[in-house]
């Protein structure tokens, strides 16, 4: 059954890391900073999106012009758990909230908080 595509991915051969997407319908591009983590994904004829992370290489930001012009910003608490994420702009379908905060037990995520309102994780 298939729809007769072909997909082409290319990758760094020193680095390991996905270099581009290439499909009938899309070519993405993607760009690493000196530590290796993914600071850049451009779509031809979509936008890009663009990542920062904090000293210890925890995500900080992604502002991004895919499907909508929006930034998601990422805090953490002292032992490395997301503590709270927030969209500003245009938010994209994956985030149907603002804000949501994050809870943990025992440094284990227990709960979220999503737009305030309480979801216990069991």
Not at 52 to 81: C, R, V
Not at 101 to 111: A, G
Request: aromatic share 14%; net charge positive; no cysteine.
């Amino acid at each position: 059954m298939g729809n007769n595509r072909t997909t082409k991915y290319t990758y760094d051969p020193v680095k390991l890391t996905l270099k581009s997407i290439i499909d009938p319908q899309f070519t993405s591009v993607y760009t690493y900073n000196p530590e290796g983590l993914l600071s850049k994904e451009a779509i031809t004829g979509t936008g890009e999106s663009n990542y920062e992370y904090y000293a210890d290489n925890q995500l900080k930001k992604e502002a991004s012009t895919i499907g909508s012009t929006y930034a998601i910003n990422y805090q953490y608490d002292t032992n490395k758990n997301r503590k709270s994420l927030s969209v500003t702009g245009t938010k994209p379908t994956t985030y149907p909230y603002v804000s949501q905060s994050y809870i943990y037990t025992n440094n284990k995520f227990s709960t979220i908080s999503l737009g305030g309102t309480n979801v216990m994780w069991v």
